[in-house]
């Protein structure tokens, strides 16, 4: 076979910010599987040098923007996207739609907001025919896997707790525009509360939570302790759709868990509501030098507790070795089952698509 006809058969798969870490990171992974990935950024200079750092063959295609991205993946139908550009409140639906009806698409959005307008998607894209999975991250991945472990067989439960512990380095650089406005964009569009607040699910509805509320000291499988604060993130959703549970909170040990810390931030959050400090606070944001800093710990958690009308609990840990790691193998692994024809059409969080096998082939270990 003619080496053309042989890149007519192969897979496309295309890392939108392929250049970034996490685009790096899930591009090493796609090589591991075999699978060549082409990497999608503004800068060709950039894309090159990226693409030459990694260890194998890896394609490149310039866009300047999100809707050059979007008229890239209408015209030449990659098999399957994966978008790792913040915000991806801003950036996911534009893509999603572009991706309809040929392409599969994958995120690593960890954020309410992203999560419930993917979900108003979903007759849409069952319609259409591909698989879109959003939360491909750490915390929804982690969370949501350890969730469905601990419903195995069971009826549905009245309430769920998960918290996310983060391992991960730190590199050395400015925080960048769209970390920085996924930061300080609070929840546009979600309902239940204001759009600085925090959320829970209590009825089975979103509804208000305190930021930083609801702090849990969680005595860790390793011996350590850490604080947990109720935060609203991606794996909120993610937990009570793999659930079902009426009642849930998703907390995470990267929100400042001091008690004067846990006063100021619901403060800090209603200045965020004011669009010109808002505008100001990302700017700064951006700008910031980030100092490396190493791995706080040797391993990364996901903690979860199910609670049945009865009374009675369930209990689990999903531990995973670096944070970074695990979200960039997530996608790839995905990427990997979508190309073996394992995707169901419609809107979805990993573990509920593929089962809680998926983290444990992604080098997580489940202690239940």
Known sequence: MSSLGWEMLMPEVWILGGTGRSGRVIATELLRRNITPTLVGRDAVRLRKAAEKLPGEVRTVVAESVDASATQIRRRTPDVVINTIGPFVTTAEPIVRACLPATHYIDLANDVATATRLLLLQDEVRAAGPTVVTGSGFGATATESLVVKLCENHPTPQHVRVDMIPSLEIEAGPLGEALAASMTEGLPGVPGGRRFGGRRYSDGRLSPMRLGGEPRTLSLPDGSRVTSVGVPLGELVAAQRASGAPSVVSGSTELPSS??????????????????????????????????????????????????ADGSTRTGWLRIEDAQTFTGTVPAEVTRRLLAGEGRPGVHFPAALFGPSLAEDCGGTYLV
Request: hydrophobic content about 50%.
């Open 259 to 308: 008690p004067i810390m846990r006063a100021i931030v619901p403060l800090a959050a209603q200045l965020m509501a004011i669009k010109p400090l808002r505008t100001f606070a990302t700017r700064r944001l951006a700008a910031v030098e980030i100092k490396p800093r190493p791995r706080p710990r040797e391993h990364s958690w996901a903690h979860a507790v199910v609670e049945w």
